[in-house]
């Protein structure tokens, strides 16, 4: 059900490209996450997301015709038509997306620091890329010190815009992470909800496939 409302979703933008003034990153291909996100974390957890997150944000239970305006431009969007598809943010579900590569990583840590206490976790769901950002392995180290409620969910798709992975990265991203002492998943709705019960953090790669352009833009409708 979420799976096919993302698919619809991203399709409809396929379609009205040429009306879409914002950068935008589809996520077909990557539904797997977003349904284990779906089924198994709450309105009141927090979801930290990046620049491709629009089936993150309808996951978490983010409102459909609020992002449809957001990306349109349009004053009744969910960031009044500011953000476009990247950096959108919803405090009532406490979700919020950064077209930096990386950017929320490190708040997410915080934001896990701060609610420690509390019933809820942080899942900060990165690219493959977001891994070669320093600020990664530093909240690593620091999560696991302060045994956090935190999830890491990098959706490796195996590219950073057309570079690949080999190319990048001399060492797979688990391999990487183990050393740290995180327990490491690939199966996200598992991931969460062990740290859900163990309030310690966890790490997980998901092997994906993009199935469509890195990046579509009305200037760019050749990408589709
Ligand atoms: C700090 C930073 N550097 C570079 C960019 C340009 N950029 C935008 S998307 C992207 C690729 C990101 O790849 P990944 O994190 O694997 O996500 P994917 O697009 O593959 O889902 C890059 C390098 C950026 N947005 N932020
Ligand atoms: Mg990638």
Redesign the pocket.
Same mark, same amino acid.
């Given at each position: 059900m979420i799976r096919k409302k993302i698919i619809n979703f991203e399709k409809k933008i396929q379609k009205n490209l040429k009306d879409i003034f914002c950068p935008v @990153?589809l996520s077909l291909g @990557?539904e797997e996450v977003a349904e284990d996100i779906y089924h198994s974390l709450s309105k009141s957890d927090w979801l930290y997301s990046? @620049?491709?997150n629009h089936h993150h944000y309808l996951a978490k239970g983010g409102s459909e015709k609020k992002l449809w305006d957001e990306i349109m431009g349009k004053k009744t969007g969910l960031n009044k038509g500011f953000a476009g598809s990247q950096s959108i943010t919803d405090k009532s579900i406490n979700f919020h997306a950064s077209?930096? #590569? +990386?950017?929320l990583i490190g708040v997410a840590a915080g934001t896990s620091y701060a609610i420690k206490n509390s019933k809820n976790i942080v899942v900060c769901c *990165? +690219?493959?890329?977001?891994v070669?950002?320093g600020v990664f392995w530093e909240s690593l180290n620091f999560v696991k010190l302060y045994k956090l409620p935190i999830v890491y969910i990098c959706? !490796? !798709? +195996?590219?950073? #815009?057309d570079?690949k992975?080999k190319e990048r990265q001399a060492v797979g991203i688990s391999q990487r992470v183990k050393p740290f002492g995180l327990k490491v998943f690939s199966n996200a709705k598992k991931a969460i909800l062990y740290c859900k019960k163990n309030r310690k953090p966890v790490f997980c790669e998901v092997k994906v496939k993009?199935k469509c352009a @890195? *990046?579509n833009m009305s200037t760019m409708t050749e990408l589709v």
């Open positions: @990153h @990557h990046y @620049h491709r077209a930096i #590569v +990386g950017g *990165i +690219g493959d890329a977001g070669e950002q959706e !490796n !798709n +195996g590219k950073s #815009v570079a992975i993009l @890195h *990046i």
